[in-house]
Nanobody
Framework: QVQLVESGGGLVQAGDSLRLSCAAS?????????GSWFRQAPGKERELVAA????????YYADSVNGRFTISRDNAKNTVYLQMNSLKPEDTAVYYC??????????????????WGQGTQVTVSS
């Protein structure tokens, strides 16, 4: 099973950008058809913000981040990224990456994913 480690979070101001990284080890991330980013704010459920089916080249973004966030993958670095632009205070959350061999593109079934990272905190001040 692949191990995932997120990094790149931090404290930024509204309007700034961050790029989150999800480094994989143990197995190649390219062996998983799906790569996704979730986030969880205090007191709220974990929500799907971006997902990409690498096999079918289909992508999903939550309405709240569409046009601002971009999910990508670098096979040579065995890493999945989430580029976040025009950050807003409501983007404040712990961000998690996850991979799966076979789940629907918009699946929010946390148990369906094969591996999760430990999360990285993103805080956006107004």
């Amino acid at each position: 099973q692949v191990q995932l480690v997120e990094s790149g979070g931090g404290l930024v101001q509204a309007g700034d950008s961050l790029r989150l990284s999800c480094a994989a080890s143990g197995r190649t991330v390219s062996g998983y058809a799906m790569g996704s980013w979730f986030r969880q704010a205090p007191g709220k459920e974990r929500e799907l913000v971006a997902a990409k089916n690498w096999a079918g080249s289909t992508t999903y973004y939550a309405d709240s981040v569409n046009g601002r966030f971009t999910i990508s993958r670098d096979n040579a670095k065995n890493t999945v990224y989430l580029q976040m632009n025009s950050l807003k205070p409501e983007d404040t959350a712990v961000y998690y990456c996850a991979v799966a061999r076979n789940v629907p593109l918009r699946s929010s079934n946390l148990n369906a994913y094969d591996s999760w990272g430990q999360g990285t905190q993103v805080t956006v001040s107004s």
